[in-house]
């Protein structure tokens, strides 16, 4: 089935460690994104990236990177210079073009202990 | 910039009564318009979109929404909510030629009571 794999589903770390979530998709999508939801919040755009090898920063960029080296895969880091990283992370894709919506992963939950 | 409201963060309703969920948009192109559910601990799934065309859209669960230009509004309903119904719920935006970004309203919270 075509869809979007995140994992892993849920994270512990210490404050000061860097952690990367995974996201892979197999729906053969130009963009993808990843959004931070926090309670209350609704979903803040942290990057996306609509081709290979170029990506552009979101609303919330700061203490996160990303990479886009093959079309499926689209990891993020949440870096030491988070401040506050403990959240629900989606990551999502589309075709980049035309009317089509967002698909999203099942999310991974960041607790920073 | 693009903004989208969802009035009412949560929303009750008893079972089997009709199911409201308002949704605005500040923009003078309209845009592609898309409700999302999400249940807890997972991601989101698309209900229906509106692109062009007919403007009341049918989507998954028995729900719709009309897209109507003069009050910008994209409003979710339900004729009769179910229990399975209970989840949060997200409009979003998506502006024609503006590079692929999406645009979410901070959701609502449905609750259906037995």
């Known amino acids: 089935d075509g869809g979007i794999t995140q994992s892993p589903k849920y994270l512990f770390r210490k404050e000061g460690q860097n952690v990367t979530l995974s996201c892979e998709q197999n729906?053969?999508?130009?963009?993808m994104y990843w959004y931070r939801q926090d309670p209350g919040q609704g979903l803040r755009l942290i990057y996306y990236?609509?081709?290979?090898?170029?990506?552009q920063k979101g609303d919330i960029a700061e203490g996160y990177s990303v990479s886009r080296e093959k079309k499926e895969s689209f990891p993020l880091t949440v870096t030491s210079a988070q401040k506050n990283p403990t959240a629900f992370y989606l990551c999502?894709?589309?075709?980049?073009?035309?009317?089509?919506?967002?698909?999203f992963g099942e999310g991974s939950r960041l607790t920073v202990l | 910039a693009q903004s989208v409201t969802q009035l009412g963060s949560h929303v009750s309703v008893s079972e089997g009564a009709l199911v409201l969920l308002r949704c605005n948009y500040s923009?003078?192109?309209?845009?592609?318009l898309f409700w999302y559910v999400q249940y807890p601990n997972q991601g989101l799934q698309l209900l229906l979109k509106y692109t062009t065309g007919a403007t009341l859209v049918k989507g998954i669960n028995g729900f719709e929404a009309e897209f109507k230009k003069s009050e910008t509004s994209f409003h979710l309903t339900k004729p009769s909510a179910h229990m399975s119904d209970a989840a949060e719920y997200f409009c979003?935006?998506?502006?024609?030629?503006?590079?692929?970004?999406?645009?979410f309203g901070t959701g609502t919270s449905l609750t259906v009571i037995p």
């Open positions: 923009s003078s192109v309209p845009p592609y």
């Open positions: 729906l053969n999508h130009d963009a």
């Open positions: 979003a935006v998506r502006p024609p030629n503006t590079g692929n970004q999406f645009y």
């Open positions: 990236s609509q081709i290979v090898n170029d990506f």
């Open positions: 999502a894709s589309s075709t980049g073009a035309g009317t089509g919506e967002l698909f």
